[in-house]
Each structure stands twice: as structure tokens, then as C-alpha cells.
């Protein structure tokens, strides 16, 4: 789709005027763009009116994984660690399930609640992300893993995931 490779090159008003062009402000695309470009309570909005309506949880996933993203960057943990368990349970895209792990595990690991369980989710999710070409969502996995050891002061494993973080960032 035109529109997500806009957004993935922050085009975000080239994809914008395409998304509106095209009618398609119900698209999981434009929930995407209202999350990349920080309309959080927009896209928390809109993707919880179309969950509603539709009714097939595989139909759901693409929204539920936007409003989950939208809660996790807002703070509101225990919806998006709601979506992210959703999808998890129900959803058959690695790319959806590495990330909703390794966010999981970030949720967790950063407040200090069972780091090992954390980090091992960062590292299935990273594992999954990597297997199915998501170099970027591994990325994010490492970094997220990295600050979450280097606050509980775990230096040499924060430097170490963070090494793994920059090298694939490079790499892309």
C-alpha cells in the first residue's frame, strides 16, 4: 500500500492527502498514521469505534495492534497490555506477535516487575521480528531491552543489547 510507505518514510502529509483522496479514513493505514504522527487519542478513538464493529477477531488485530501502540506510547499500560495479550492469543502474524512480546516485556521489564520474565519475552518477540525480516521491530527490541537493563543498572548487558540495537539500526 502506497500510503504505508509514505508513512514509513514520514511522508506523513503526502500519505494523509492519499488517505483522504482515496476515502479510506477507516483504513488500519490511517489508524497507523494517526499513531506514527501523535494523534494518540484520535487513533484510540477511531480504531475503538471500528473493533466494535467489526466481527472477526482477525479482522480486529490491525486495529486492536494500532490502539495497543496509541495506549503504550499515552501510558495507559493496562489497556495496551490488554491489546497486546489480545493478540498474542489470537493472532497468527509474527510481525504482529514479536512486537506485542517484546512491548509486553518492555512494559514490565522498564517498571521493575519481573525483569528476567521481561527480558525473555523481549528476546521471543526480537526472535520472532527477526525470522520474519522485521529488522526495525528487533531494533526496538534490543534498544527497549537495553534501557530496561541499564535502569536496573545491569551496564554490561545494557551495552551489550544496545550494540545489538545499533548494529541492526545501521544495518537498515
Known amino acids: 500500500d502506497l500510503a504505508e ?36 487519542s484520535d487513533c484510540i478513538r477511531l480504531t475503538t469505534g471500528l473493533i466494535d464493529s467489526l466481527h472477526t477477531q482477525q479482522a480486529k488485530i490491525p486495529y486492536i495492534w494500532h490502539r495497543g501502540s496509541a495506549n503504550y506510547q499515552t501510558g495507559d499500560w493496562t489497556q495496551a497490555h490488554s491489546d497486546f495479550s489480545f493478540i498474542i492469543r489470537y493472532s497468527t502474524n509474527p510481525l504482529y506477535v514479536g512486537r506485542c512480546h517484546c512491548l509486553l516485556g518492555t512494559i514490565t521489564g522498564i517498571r521493575g516487575i519481573d525483569v528476567e520474565e521481561s527480558q525473555a519475552q523481549i528476546k521471543t518477540g526480537i526472535k520472532m521480528m527477526m525470522k520474519c525480516g522485521d529488522r526495525s521491530g528487533a531494533w526496538v527490541g534490543w534498544n527497549n531491552l537495553g534501557e530496561m537493563m541499564w535502569k536496573a543498572g545491569e551496564w554490561e548487558d545494557s551495552k551489550l543489547f544496545l550494540k545489538k540495537a545499533l548494529d541492526i539500526a545501521q544495518g537498515i
Not at 26 to 36: D, G, N, Q
Open 5 to 40: 510507505i509514505l508513512i514509513e518514510l514520514q511522508q506523513f502529509d503526502l500519505a494523509n492527502k492519499l488517505l483522504k483522496i482515496a476515502s479510506n479514513s477507516k483504513s488500519a493505514t490511517y489508524c497507523h498514521l494517526l499513531c506514527r504522527t501523535g494523534y494518540f
